[in-house]
């Protein structure tokens, strides 16, 4: 069984997200090849074969050609798997190859569990199980889903991948940067979020009087977000920000895969939640299984009664 793990480049850097697609073929058993159109300098430190593709030639984005030497390279290799990360750019290429393929694709994978693919559904409200039908099968994988130990090294075995003809098919102009943050959550020390646990937007008052108390922030998941109860500079995860608090408190938050890899790097997790099962019970330090509009106030009164003993001592 062999994937092929197709690594993402921007802006003259390699995306640390390439050595996740290792992570993944490592948990699926598979060996491994990979392909980065990119540079000599940026190539995966990796103990494997590594397809290389000059972005100064073929561009950082062009779909025709970059299919082409994915293709290419599936050519030479005969993967059972071709895998991307679940990125824009991932998104816009893996059909792209899967069709020229007419193999089966599995979009948002999060686990592997008895060799089947664990993906999101309905905004990742719900998950679904899925047996690719076709001896190929393209892939994208979940930011964060699979681990990848950064100071992993290796010494790949570097070939060269060129098209007999280039034509562009369209001219990249570059990335255009995303509006500015009201609301900087990556330099907070605190924060405390709300999920669609909290219940309604009236709620959230009473655990931003928490942030506030703790002099910290208030940040959200993406249902809070997409109720309209907070702003979206306030979301954390893989399509908000991403931060590394000291501590992360996290209320009515259930713990899906794209929330968990905007917080995964907080040095301590204090969870409230109803659900004992919820996903987030599996990265929280302490899991209080509870009320939130209960146990909320009395935490944000203790901590401030315990502000004015200090202030009252000094």
Known sequence: MKALLVCEYREGKLLDSSYELVAFADK???DNVLLLIGSMAEVPR???TVYLADAEIYGEYNPDLHKKIV???VERENPDYIVFGHSSWGWDLAPRVATALRAGQVSEVVDIVDGQFVAGICNAKLRRTVTPKTDTVV???QSGAFNFDST???TPLVERIELSEVIPSLEFIGYEPSEAKSVDLTRSEVIVSIG????KKENVAVISALAR?????????RPAVDAGWVEHCQQIGATGQTVSPRLYIACGISGAIQHLVGMRESDFVFAINKDRDAPIAEVADVLVVADIMQIVPELTAKFLKTENTFRQAG
Request: charged share 10%; glycine share 24%.
């Open 46 to 48: 990796v103990n494997s």
């Open 28 to 30: 699926l058993g598979a």
């Open 196 to 199: 669609r646990g909290v219940g």
């Open 139 to 141: 892939l994208t994988i």
């Open 152 to 154: 992993r090294q290796g």
């Open 213 to 221: 108390a703790l002099g910290g922030e208030l940040g959200a998941s």
């Open 71 to 73: 293709l290419a390279a």
